[in-house]
């Protein structure tokens, strides 16, 4: 488990590529679970546990056709990116629990709700970058076009699950 953990906190830092990982359905099934929890977790903050569940697997299901049409030329290296991206939203999801919750449950003042803001901010920005790299790996093209198609594909989420939850699943 340790070495699951290095291992993407490696592709985090950008140290290594999706290459590291199996290529195995029932590998991306445990980390499907795994991510999907953890999001649900955090969307419980946000929604009710039912919206939470809803927008993860929506969430989950984007993801999944993004990333197989993406790799539509490349149908090998499906397994390996898709748990990769899994696997580095999920480990960053459970740093900005700490944030997440404290912006939800706790009396902030103001310059501590900026600091968590801001460090939700830089999580998110971090997330983009790891996916530029991860597709970038993945489509043996440069980072700039990797990250290009992450922010793209960052945008096309926020636009997907604000259309998904249409503001009746706000708690």
């Not at 590529?17 to 969307?43: C, E, K, M, N, R």
């Not at 801001?118 to 998110?124: P, S």
């Amino acid at each position: 488990m340790t070495n699951l953990i290095t291992t993407f906190l490696n592709i985090c830092l950008l140290r290594e590529g999706p290459d590291v990982l199996p290529s195995s359905l029932a590998f991306l099934a445990t980390i499907i679970v795994i991510s999907l929890g953890v999001s649900i977790l955090i969307g419980s903050m946000v929604y009710d546990v039912t919206g939470a569940m809803l927008t993860s697997i929506a969430g989950l299901f984007l993801s999944f056709v993004f990333v197989r049409l993406l790799l539509l030329k490349r149908p090998e290296r499906f397994l390996q990116t898709f748990s990769a991206m899994l696997g580095t939203v999920t480990l960053i999801n459970i740093i900005s629990l700490p944030a997440s919750y404290s912006m939800r449950y706790l009396k902030l003042g103001h310059t501590a709700e900026m600091f968590f803001g801001l460090t939700a901010f830089a999580l998110f920005v971090w997330i983009v970058i790891v996916y530029g790299h991860i597709f970038s790996k993945a489509l043996s093209c440069a980072m700039s076009y990797g990250i290009a198609i992450s922010v793209g594909y960052a945008l096309l989420q926020v636009m997907m699950l604000e259309m998904f939850v249409s503001g009746n699943m706000h708690a």
